[in-house]
């Protein structure tokens, strides 16, 4: 199918879904988001990318970013061990619940909900140098976009209403689950959730996924059964506590956003992202969700 006319199909189909939920309202700056915002892209194996609706309007990519920062520590010498620190089952839980940690002794269920994110910037925080830095470096390049940057009205917006996040990483420490300074692990997690991105470069930026590990320029960032297991813990982890709708509806490895983002990876074959920020109760985008699955549907391309 030419991929061109079928995101102008999907963007047609889900249309009665766009503006459906509501937006992020405990970050201020996201709140003021208009929700009546669509865009998806596809970029193909080869870099190649097409688009639909506001696929080049720039967004915080939020969660989306733990693809990224799990993909860098798994990359670096010794990167598996951090699974010692944070599982890879759903949750069940909203994902900045404090319920399972206390229950679990302070390890997160996966590193996609935000206490296993917080251990995972930790693991990259406490082997020094600016975290963030490094990965809007990797995004910059991966996408051919120098320009990618932090938005700072979201990052001072959503350090400035981080108390929950404060409370999952200081208690995690309390059970030895930290090894940097928690202020400093905060401060980078704030500002790699504030990355602003549009479709297309988030859709470039995940492409290791589909090429089963190998970068842009052609060199290996993970191994092949490592880029195999993070689409696995995508598939199963990647949508909060609605996983196992999402698998149901979409049958692709995924990760939402609380912007209102979605990253899809169909291995082999190409990555899709979508953004609209209206979210249904589960944090997770109601035209995101429903772009997916007419996506999968009309293109048979799903892992099942």
Known sequence: MHIPDLLARIAAEVADEVGKGSAADYIPALARV?????????AELDGTVHG?????????VQSVSKVFTLALVLAQPGGDRVWDRVGREPSGDPFNSLVQLEHEDGIPRNPFINSGALVVTDELTARGGDVTEELLSFLR????????TVDAEVAASEAAHADRNRALAYFMASYGNMRAAVPDVLAQYVRQCSIAMNCAELALSGL?????GIRND?????????????NAVMLTCGTYDAAGQFAYRVGLPGKSGVSGAILAVVPGRCTVCVWSPGLDARGNSVAGVAALDRFTTLTGWSVF
């Open 141 to 148: 390049k991966e996408s051919s976009s120098p320009g990618i």
């Open 208 to 212: 290791f996924l589909a090429r089963h």
């Open 34 to 42: 208009d929700t009546g915002r669509f865009g998806m892209a596809v």
């Open 52 to 60: 639909t609706g506001d696929w080049r309007q720039r967004f915080s």
């Open 218 to 230: 052609g060199t290996r960032l993970l191994e092949r059964s490592q880029a195999k297991r993070v």
